[in-house]
């Protein structure tokens, strides 16, 4: 079973709806969910953890974790052109180190004016 | 003021050849790991480092090898090349070993092996 899931996409969306990015998780102990952001051809850039279950919000950012059921998701309030990306959702999971972070695959979210 | 800097940003080589990544990091982190995202942008942890000694050494070839001279530096030097080894490799820090604060990343070396 893979570690971290996400649908690839892409996500189209249109300008000022409401996107949503979800990812799915399979270590029960896992603490810290991360989301970051990667434009083509460049390095993916943090935007928003998240340890607890419940929302935090960010600006236009919300994350939601339910630990219950396993999943983290980011919600994006008023979508923007400059918001089309790749969304790698990454998770902390315990291994044979101690705890590593696990990226998933990402999901490319494409924004249409 | 670059956080992440790795050099070189592209690198085209010969298969067989040796070649080296060169990586600092000017935030003080304890921290620093390489990452490979392959052509599908799967990104996978290769190897971390926690103040200067190895923490993570996934399974990749013994043909990679990982030095760092300091907790600020984290280089890759890769022996014999080969056509699969042609990604983006990542050079990324992070305040604690465990992660937790999350990683700022450089801006990749995309490696092109012909």
């Known amino acids: 079973q893979k570690e971290v899931e996400q649908n690839s996409g892409p996500l189209s969306v249109p300008e000022g709806a409401i996107a949503s990015l979800n990812c799915t998780y399979s270590?029960?102990?896992?603490?810290?969910f991360f989301w970051y952001r990667q434009y083509s051809g460049k390095s993916p850039e943090l935007i928003m953890f998240?340890?607890?279950?419940g929302d935090k919000e960010d600006g236009r950012f919300t994350a939601q974790l339910n630990k219950a059921s396993q999943y983290v998701s980011l919600l994006i309030r008023d979508s923007q052109p400059s918001d089309s990306a790749t969304y790698l959702c990454?998770?902390?999971?315990?291994?044979?180190?101690?705890?590593?972070?696990?990226f998933g695959p990402g999901t490319r979210l494409s924004v249409l004016p | 003021d670059t956080a992440v800097s790795q050099t070189p940003k592209y690198l085209v080589t010969q298969m067989g050849n040796d070649k080296s990544i060169k990586c600092e990091q000017n935030l003080g982190h304890d921290t620093m790991y390489w990452y490979k995202q392959d052509s599908k942008k799967f990104l996978k942890i290769m190897f971390s480092?926690?103040?200067?000694?190895?923490?993570i050494n996934e399974t990749v070839p013994n043909r990679f090898s990982p030095k760092s001279p300091d907790k600020a530096h984290l280089n890759l030097h890769i022996n014999s090349l080969e056509l699969g080894d042609s990604a983006v490799y990542f050079c990324?820090?992070?305040?604690?070993?465990?992660?937790?604060?999350?990683?700022?990343f450089g801006s990749g070396t995309r490696l092109t092996v012909v």
């Open positions: 480092y926690n103040n200067k000694e190895l923490i």
């Open positions: 990324a820090s992070s305040q604690a070993w465990t992660g937790e604060y999350g990683y700022t």
């Open positions: 270590d029960r102990g896992s603490q810290s």
């Open positions: 990454a998770v902390n999971i315990r291994d044979n180190y101690g705890q590593n972070f696990v």
């Open positions: 998240i340890y607890s279950n």
